[in-house]
């Protein structure tokens, strides 16, 4: 593949190319609850027609150098992309990532695969697993690998076939890995869940692995996933014996009155904000005893002092901006939470003039008070400066810290609006420091791609894309330079360590 580097160029935006992108949306919103579709692959990734106009119009911004071009890759000054390995073996949509010592494990709708990233420039595949499951969230903690199913599959074998959620043998849930032989992983355990596992978060102890599941009801089209579902499912997992892996308890998180307990009502009280029917994503930090959670319409801060019982400290609301809380990070000093807002489920074209910086971006909190008095209190939001084509599925996503003391920074993915590295050290004025982007995969429809993850470990970016496969970026910037000193020998972004321990 040839990658075309052009930092210097200018990108101006027009306001005329987010039109399209605008009506697009407002279709997918009509359509139904943004929660009936929270990412990407929970729905058709055929691509969506747009109009003749907004077909043009991204012709015409490309051609003026206003947005890229058709995969033509750009970035700032101090971000260097050193490779990209395509899709092999598995085709599916790429998904989550996870690190371990000089491997990274890279979650795929067919599978996972793993990388040797001994050499940063030039990682080697070691292993690909075939295991199909939407969505293949993915997770490492010492010979253990974690992948998620949250569709309905014939049974639990990685042989399994999609099959209607009525049919009484389906399955979705937790899969459990022995990757003790990176080469050869190891199929050994399967825990049937609520509502299936659309992502999972772990709680590592010596003996045991807590993983918190995180599912939730859309719609009535799953007939086996219905309100009430304000909890999560708790597995325990013996390291010595994963085959005894089992769900240990379901906390309700959002208790109260009415078919939907006490979380986000959403529709008709809130229009266009998702009711709580579970969570999508939780992040621990287990160093304070600390979880935050995005939970469809409410964001939650809780204890995990007990890991087996979470308990709630404090819920927030967005009904004027959020649609769909979808992520959550900790700054080092559990002192903020940044929250993701997945506008349009991840497949929509959100990054235009029309639906503006407060929209589909981030949520940064300040964490006011001590234990369990602790108080969210909103700051500001963030969303990248660039605006994207009306052909682009664009909107915050997954991203991790970069571990600079005495400061909160971090890379986020941005689907095919790229990948953002941004300063929210001041609450109420975070800035966009560096970013790297490819052009649209095409100018005349709406086709889902881009970074679904990006994560800083050990010096470097990785980044998973949905469509174009495993990129490796260097940054060099001294804002951000002291974080090479910084080694970790495992990361799950959703479990955040305590770098300066």
Known sequence: MTLLQNSARTRRRR?????????????LLAAGPVSATPDPG?????????????????????????????DEIVHSDNIEHLTNIPKDVLPGLNTDLAFQGKYAF?????????YDLSDPKAPKTVAQVLCPGSQNDISVSGNLLFLSTDSSRSDNSCSSTTQPATEKSSWEGMKVFDISDKANPKYVAAVETACGSHTHTLVPQKKNV???????????????????????????VPRKAPQKAAVVNFPVLFPGEGPDGGGNPGGPTNPGVSKTTGCHDITVLPSKNLAAGACMGDGIL????DPENPKVIDQVQDNVNFAFWHSATFNQKANKVVFTDELGGGGAATCNATIGPNRGADGIYDIVGKGDKSKLV???????????????NCVAH???????KGKDIMVQAWYQGGISVWDFTDSTSPKEIGYFERGPLTTDALTVGGSWSAYYYNGYIYSNDIAKGFDVLKLSD????????????ELNVQTQPDYFD
């Open 15 to 27: 306001l005329g190319v987010a039109t399209a992108a605008a009506g697009l949306l407002a279709a």
């Open 42 to 70: 929970d729905k058709s990734t055929a691509p969506k027609s747009v109009s003749r106009s907004a077909e043009a119009e991204a012709r015409e911004a490309i051609a003026a150098g206003e947005i890229p071009g058709k």
């Open 106 to 114: 890279a979650g795929n709708y067919d599978g996972f695969r793993i």
């Open 210 to 236: 807590y993983v918190y599941v995180s599912s939730y009801s859309p719609s009535a089209t799953f007939p086996d996933c219905q309100p009430p579902h304000d909890g999560i499912s708790v597995i325990k």
């Open 302 to 305: 809780f204890s995990i002092a």
């Open 378 to 392: 909103f700051k500001s939001y963030f969303k990248i400066p660039r605006h994207q084509a009306a052909t682009e």
């Open 398 to 404: 997954n991203g991790s810290l970069i571990p600079v």
């Open 478 to 489: 001294r804002r951000t330079d002291p974080a090479k000193k910084i080694h970790l020998n």
